[in-house]
T-cell receptor
Framework: GQQLNQSPQSMFIQEGEDVSMNCTSS?????WLWYKQDPGEGPVLLIA?????ELTSNGRLTAQFGITRKDSFLNISASIPSDVGIYFC???????????FGKGTRLSVIA | GAVVSQHPSWVICKSGTSVKIECRSL??????MFWYRQFPKQSLMLMAT?????????EQGVEKDKFLINHASLTLSTLTVTSAHPEDSSFYIC?????????????FGQGTRLTVV
């Protein structure tokens, strides 16, 4: 099935650094979502974006819905050890159609 | 907040046996639930869309006779892996989205790790 192109695949950063990851698609999505998954758990929603150009924050996290509707990025500022995990972008084209997921970005934070 | 619960969290079974995984929406109703499969260090791949009161919709390449889905009520969907083999070992995750209006997104269960020996 279709997947979104998410990059980078993995990141090793120092505690306190900012992080940026992005997701692109060859087709338009009307909803972009960012999830975090801890080992052995299901994904947890971080930020939901519904409007092209929308910029939304959730604490130290900020995400934007690309103006072309074909991309989105997630920034994490001042990273802390508990930010460690796998971050997935997901897109939905319309209504209640299933989400399409990116391949994930594995984040490691070095204290 | 809304919670989706999966049971069991993990299961080990012998080759050839069948395993049932339950997905429950604890405080909301969901006409539609989704089943995903995730291999180690991989993304979530949609297996099927579970529809309450009707047949599930399977993604291309997913064997409907092997992965039986039953969505008998608005709060419960089950995935049965029939005649399981070692290659069926994986992390299975369900999700459900509240029926009520608004833009509430789907909630995911905690996942079920299946190991077939």
């Amino acid at each position: 099935g279709q997947q979104l192109n998410q990059s980078p695949q993995s990141m090793f950063i120092q505690e306190g650094e900012d992080v940026s990851m992005n997701c692109t698609s060859s087709s338009i999505f009307n909803t972009w979502l960012w999830y975090k998954q801890d080992p052995g758990e299901g994904p947890v929603l971080l930020i939901a974006l519904y409007k092209a150009g929308e910029l939304t924050s959730n604490g130290r996290l900020t995400a934007q819905f690309g103006i072309t509707r074909k991309d989105s990025f997630l920034n994490i500022s001042a990273s802390i050890p508990s930010d460690v995990g796998i971050y997935f972008c997901a897109g939905r084209k319309t209504g209640n159609t299933p989400l399409v997921f990116g391949k994930g970005t594995r984040l490691s934070v070095i204290a | 907040g809304a919670v989706v619960s999966q049971h069991p969290s993990w299961v080990i079974c012998k080759s050839g046996t069948s395993v049932k995984i339950e997905c429950r929406s604890l405080d909301f109703q969901a006409t539609t639930m989704f089943w995903y499969r995730q291999f180690p260090k991989q993304s979530l791949m949609l297996m099927a869309t579970s529809n309450e009161g009707s047949k599930a919709t399977y993604e291309q390449g997913v064997e409907k006779d092997k992965f039986l889905i039953n969505h008998a009520s608005l709060t419960l969907s089950t995935l049965t892996v029939t005649s399981a083999h070692p290659e069926d070992s994986s992390f299975y995750i369900c999700s459900a989205r509240p029926e009520s209006g608004g833009s509430t997104e789907a909630f995911f269960g905690q996942g079920t790790r299946l190991t077939v020996v």
